[in-house]
């Protein structure tokens, strides 16, 4: 459908590729050991994902810092499940969830296949708001970074999407233009509706059993790419 006209795909990172529920929680099974906090990690990633997500919003929207981003969504999990942890703590699970997070590697179903696809034919490139820190360890660390020209983050871009000016440095560093190119993502508002302002076609990888739209065509499986490029 976009094969006409697409020489570069861009890819979102977090929840696209790269299966972040899964890795991140690992990350918490390892941490919350170390640290002897007793909550059960089903119930604490019950609260914990929307409670992610809603704050990952507010930092979109630059309406709280990186900072406040890491220390809020844990104290605010541990308020809503009555479970008393110093700031000391929850200042140390925030450091050592970002310092082990990239350390697994867990991607969505047929990721390296579809990427196996798609590589002789394409440019492939990463848009991501993810920390800068890490982004790049999670793609060594998958085995995928060979398989990406370039990778944007929102801390190199200073703004985050859907803000234009990320997908226009996406674009100035690929030396390629949006009338060529295809954003991947599971983000309708930062990923898909922030694409296709500055031109780009979309597709949008339903990660979190988004409702049928008809903002763009809808993937629920990464292979399913292939009956697009």
Not at 46 to 71: G, H, M
Request: proline letters at 3%; one cysteine or more; a negative charge.
């Amino acid at each position: 459908m976009y094969r006409d006209k697409v020489l570069d795909v861009f890819f979102d990172l977090d929840h696209t590729l790269w299966d972040f529920e899964k890795n991140s929680a690992l990350t918490f099974e390892k941490i919350l050991l170390e640290h002897d906090v007793a909550v059960e990690l089903p119930d604490f990633l019950e609260v914990y994902i929307p409670i992610n997500l809603a704050f990952w919003k507010l930092y979109r929207e630059d309406k709280i810092t990186k900072s406040e981003l890491r220390y809020q969504r844990l104290k605010t999990v541990f308020n809503e499940l009555k479970y008393t942890v110093s700031d000391e703590i929850i200042d140390q699970l925030a450091i050592d969830y970002i310092k082990h997070l990239s350390s697994y590697s867990h991607l969505f179903p047929n990721a390296v296949e579809v990427l196996e696809y798609l590589k002789p034919k394409y440019k492939l490139h990463i848009i991501t708001n993810g920390f800068q820190e890490i982004q790049e360890k999670k793609l060594v660390n998958a085995n995928i970074r060979n398989y990406f020209d370039q990778i944007i983050n929102s801390e190199m871009a200073g703004v985050k999407k859907p803000n234009p000016l990320i997908f226009e440095l996406a674009l100035n560093s690929a030396n390629t233009t949006s009338e060529s190119s295809i954003m991947i993502g599971d983000s309708i508002e930062a990923d898909i509706l922030g694409a296709k302002a500055v031109g780009f076609s979309a597709l949008h990888f339903n990660a979190h059993e988004d409702p049928a739209h008809d903002i763009c065509d809808m993937i629920h499986d990464l292979s399913e790419i292939k009956n697009y490029l």
